[in-house]
Structures are given as C-alpha cells and as structure tokens.
C-alpha cells in the first residue's frame, strides 16, 4: 500500500483552481464532440495537441483524459434520441435506446446511460488504482529486449485486432514504421530518407502528421460521405429509470464493469469492443432475448457501462508499460512526448504528479458526467443541426492555425495537408489510419530497443527468446496472433467439409 499517500497526493494536484477547470473542459468538450457525428475523440484530440504543448503536462493529459471517456457519454445522446451514433463505441447503443426513445422512456434510456457510465468509470479508475502501481514495479525490470518486444507486439496486436482487415492494417503499420525512420538515425544521427530536405532533418512532425490524418483527412471524409438531413427536435422528460428499470438494468451493469475494464487493457480492445461484448453477453444470459432490439434497457445499460470502463483501464498499458492500445492512447502517449516525459514503468516514480494527477482526475471527471448529462441534453440535440459546410470550414482554420504555432513553420501546413489528402484515401479505401499512427509513435522505441538489444546479444537475436521475460512475453505474442488465425482455419475447414457431403435425397436404390 506505498502507493496511498502519493494517491491521495494527487487530488491535491486535481483540486487546483486550473486543473479542475482542465476537467470540466474537458469532459464537456468530449461530451460535445461525442455528439456531433465525424468528429470523434481521435480527431479532437489531434487538432488540440498544439495547445496542450502550451500548458503544464498534468493538465494537458487530465484536459485529454477528460475529452475521451466524456466523448463515450455524448455519443449516448443522440444515439438514444436520434438514432445517430456520434462516436463509434456508442453505435450498439442505438439499437434498443432508440427504440425506448420511441416508446416514449428516452429520459429512462438516458438516465440509466449517465448511471451505469458513472458506475463503470468509477469502478474502471478504482480498478487502475491498484493495478498500475503494481504492474509499473513489476516492469522496472525490464531493459531494451523486453521493450523491444512489447512494442513489436503492441504494433502487432492493434494491426491485426483493431481493424476488419488484417492486411490492410498490417499495410497502415509498415507505412507507419516508415515514416518513423525518416530523420536521424537514433545512434549515430545521421540522416535518412530526407531527401536533402532541411524541413525533415528532425523527422516527420507528430502533431502534423496526427492533425492530417484524423483531422483534415476525418473532415474531407465525412464531407463527401454524409448528407446531414433536418432532424426533429426529440423531447426527454422523466429523466431518470423506474424502480423495476434498475431492479433490470443492474446487473448488466456489473457486468459491464467488469467486461469493460478487461477488454480496455487488451491491444486493439477499446469502447467499441467492450460495447459488443457487453452487449452480446446481456443477450446471450437473458432468458428473454427476444426483449432486445425492441428497447431492452439492459441494451443501453451493458454497453454504456462497459465503453467508459473501457475508456480508462486503456490508460493503464500507456501509463504503466508506455503502449498505447488504440488511437487515442497513441495521441495522448505524443502528447506527453511533447511535454518531455516518456510514458512507461518509470512515470510513476519520476513524474507522480503527472500519472496520480491523471488517475484521480478521473474520479472528479466521473462526478462531472453525471452532474452535466442530463441538464445540457437539450442544448446537445440542438448541436447535430449544425450543417457540415458550418462546421468544416471552423475545424479546418484552427487545425492549420494549431499545427503552425507548434514550430512556427509553414511546412508543418503543408504537411497536415499532405497527410489530410492520405487520410481521406485511405478511410477512401478501406484503410484505418489507426494502426499507421501507432506504428509511427511506437517505431523509434522499437528500432533503439532492437539495435541496443542486439549489441546487448552480440548480434544473435535468440537472445530475445532466452530472456526469461522477454520470451514470454514474445511467446504470449505469438500465441494471441496465432489463435484467432487457427480457430478461423478450423472454422473454414468445418464449413467447407459442411458443404461438399452429399445430400441424402431419400429415394431407394434400385
């Protein structure tokens, strides 16, 4: 329990007059931005990074924070009344919060959303609490064979679970490790693919390459794919669930809790995942399963419950192991970067006001949510009638006047450009600019680890193997690539052998 007094130490940090404004903001911004369709965290979070360089780096990462697990609520909003989902983990929730809307019980459906986020954030925070501190000392141990290792993993687990196709996302990684090579070599920095470019001496800028891809690239997308209709104005009222709508909703709650918190802290795993499986769990133990899709309100309460626990057990592989588990991790793990501080076993020692600052944060963000969800529901219903050719035109200014203030360099404008057009290609084509990002702010960690362990091996890369915890933890790798792989094999073989047995017609022989 050495870990209580700099707990406790933390709140001193979040009760500052500043940081507590960086909490409201936050969770108020995400809460807008969870609204209104297209934006979502990633994009908000990359067009604020140039202002987070600007700000101490407790408040820049409690301010982020506040952004993601508050956007997992705003979405809640308006897929319950309107049947638009305005962040992905919140799509499952329109499948029965709709229909209670409809049935006249939205202020049921939104109330038990804003509960079961509370419960489920606060038991996720709790859950990170005691298990960061634990996990931080257990990898102090580790050296440049074990980081090579889990970053090779953290770029290939995301690859390969966090996008439908495995191919193409492995495709969005390698050009992210590309990417990462250009500038100085990180032992002897001499430089590499620059092309006699002054502008690349240092590399490719994160900020302009985040803004690009998840800003520009997310509005040029949405642009050309969404055509905004006018929608009505829903009314809420009786805004919190009956006596029997808890008696029903509780449960799936718990659940949510717990499959939330787990699936946060897996590669790839985030409030999308976590959503599903809540979801599908309530539906698969319900002895009336028929009840779902016609406005269960076990439907809202699993997967609301479960994409904010989700939310914050995410930070505890950034925090603890210095990897991000999904896009909006790789942000924030850049955005400590820019502050000067590496995410990893070491925060917790070296920066306690930053990492105990964060975590206790969360719990003051939590009672944010639940005090401002249900009173500004109708001034966010109002926000979705704000047309694209509005909005756009807004987000593009401030993104190129964000990334020029950075460095002060034109350049870098030319660069969110560059990589806007790519982004938009690629959402285009079927290609998530996740997996790239990841790679990218994870490829310089990999490749220093990679060429110090080798000399630490004198150049016989099966020392990563006889290491007792880098082997494991490469063979945990390795497994969790291959086993999904496998079962699908099994599965096509089962069906392919289904469909090629004669079918018995019935008639007699002769």
């Known amino acids: 329990m050495d870990f209580l007094e700099p707990a406790l130490a933390g709140f001193g ?14 969770v108020v911004i995400g809460m807008v931005i969870g609204v209104l369709p297209g934006l979502g965290p990633v994009a908000t979070i990359a067009l604020l990074l140039p202002i987070t360089y600007e700000i101490p780096a407790e408040g820049a990462i409690i301010l982020l924070a506040g952004i993601y697990y508050g956007a997992m609520y705003g979405g809640t909003i308006t897929s319950v009344l309107l049947r638009l989902p305005g962040e992905a983990a919140t799509v499952i929730t329109t499948i029965d919060g709709y229909q209670m809307a409809r049935q006249g019980r939205a202020g049921s459906a939104l109330g038990i959303a804003a509960i079961g986020s509370f419960i489920g954030g606060t038991v996720s925070i709790v859950g990170l609490t005691l298990v960061a501190p634990l996990l931080a000392s257990l990898s102090l141990g580790f050296g440049p064979p074990e980081n090579a290792v889990l970053a090779a993993m953290g ?4 690859a390969s679970l966090g996008t ?18 250009v500038g100085p070599d990180p032992l002897y920095a001499s430089p590499r693919f620059t092309f006699g470019s002054i502008n690349l001496a240092d590399g490719v800028d994160f900020v302009a390459l985040a803004m690009g891809l998840f800003g520009l690239g997310e509005i040029l997308y ?7 209709n006018r929608l009505p104005k829903p009314k809420v009222s009786n805004v919190w669930p009956s006596r029997a709508e808890w008696r029903q909703s509780r449960g799936a709650i718990g659940r949510g809790s717990v499959v939330g918190f787990f699936i946060g802290l897996l590669p790839g795993g985030g409030g999308v995942l976590s959503s599903m499986a809540a979801y599908t769990l309530e539906k698969r133990r319900s002895s009336q399963p028929e009840r779902f899709g016609r406005g269960a309100i076990e439907g809202v309460a699993a997967p609301e419950t479960a994409n904010n626990a989700a939310a914050t057990s995410s930070f505890i592989p950034l925090l603890t192991l210095g990897i991000p588990t999904n896009p909006v991790m790789a942000l924030i793990f850049g955005a400590l970067l820019l502050q000067g501080i590496a995410p990893g076993p070491r925060l917790i020692n070296e920066n306690p006001e930053v990492f105990w600052g964060v975590v206790d944060s969360m719990y003051v963000g939590n009672i944010f949510l639940l005090i401002l969800s249900v009173p500004l529901v109708g001034v966010f219903v109002r926000l979705v009638t704000v047309r694209d050719t509005i909005l756009a035109p807004i987000v593009v200014m401030v993104t190129m006047l964000g990334v020029y203030t950075v460095n002060n360099s034109v350049f870098d404008m030319l660069l969110v450009i560059f990589f806007g057009v790519v982004g938009y290609l690629m959402k285009k084509t079927g290609f998530e600019p996740g997996p790239l990002v990841l790679a990218f702010v994870l490829g310089s960690l990999l490749e220093t680890a990679i060429r110090q362990s080798m000399r630490i091996f004198d150049g016989d890369p099966t020392g990563f193997v006889t290491r007792p915890i880098s082997g494991t933890l490469l063979a945990a790798g390795v497994l969790a690539l291959l086993v999904p792989a496998g079962l699908r094999v099994v599965r096509s073989r089962r069906a392919n052998t289904r469909s090629t047995e004669p079918v018995d017609s019935g008639t007699p022989n002769g």
């Open 155 to 158: 770029i290939l687990l995301v």
């Open 13 to 26: 940090v979040v009760f500052t007059p500043v940081n507590l404004l960086y909490v409201l903001a936050g």
């Open 222 to 228: 949405h642009l050309e794919h969404r055509a905004r």
């Open 164 to 181: 439908v196709s495995t191919a193409k996302s492995l495709t969005a990684a390698a050009l992210g490790l590309l990417l990462a090579a």
